[in-house]
């Protein structure tokens, strides 16, 4: 058609090997416009899709407990099904038992956490996940006995004890608080509330419903999660960047960064 083509392809080296390249293939034409030959320029873009690839399995996997982390929870939801059920799953006084005992510690629980969920869910078609600190989440495509599933798991983990490897074989108690939210559109955010609820009400585990929805709380949560979507597909965000001072010599050491929200007012 005597038009520019831009493009990346996957080749085959000699040695067997593929590699992938970015590419410009261009016309040559004499002066009546008739095509004599084609010139193509393209450099290989295979390291870059190799680090690319890595980036993604690095920002998908938790380093800790080898779960999927909230970067792919929040992935997996939004290419899910409609009626599919999140649980959050938090541990009680966990930061306490970080202070106390360690971080190394600490780390050695969210494994055992973690340990006990993928064993009780092996086979089954939910996802697991370590959020942030304490939390894990588990992801089912529907909601098909997803809430009895889990009140055995606790029971069953509640049977087990975890112990240090010390002299005095020092038990540790844990103590599970869950919540579930399904089918809804803001899955994350009902099932965070319902976790919380659950805790204010000291329950072992609470499920999403109408009267959350109604809460303040939820509203408040709801209002602001519109504000910073909106905010962002509008381009209200703003970066603002100030200068961290050593005192004893006046230089600029280094930055910090704030994000700042403009209203629709400026």
Known sequence: AGMVWRGSSKNLGKNGKPFYTQQVIMPITDDKGNILEYIAARYDITEL?????????????????????RFKLLRDIEQGPQDQCLALIDMASFHGIN??????????????????LSLFYGGSKNTLYRL???IFGVLSPNLENFSATLERFLDQFSQNKFCLEDSMNTEIPITLTVGIACCQDNLLTCA??????????NQRLMIYNQQL?????????MYW???????????????????IIDLSTGRICKFETLMRLLDKEG
């Open 192 to 201: 965070d509330s319902a976790l919380k609820e659950a805790k204010r009400q």
């Open 49 to 69: 899709l190799e680090k690319r690839e890595q980036l993604q399995l690095a920002f998908s996997t938790d380093t800790v407990t080898a779960l999927g982390s």
């Open 225 to 243: 999660i519109d504000t910073v979507q909106q905010a962002m597909t509008e381009g209200r965000l703003v970066a603002y960047y100030q200068p």
């Open 213 to 221: 929805a109604d809460s303040d709380e939820y509203k408040q949560k």
């Open 99 to 116: 202070k106390l005992y360690g971080t190394n510690v600490g780390d050695s629980i969210l494994k055992y956490i973690g340990e006990s």
């Open 132 to 134: 942030n600190a304490d």
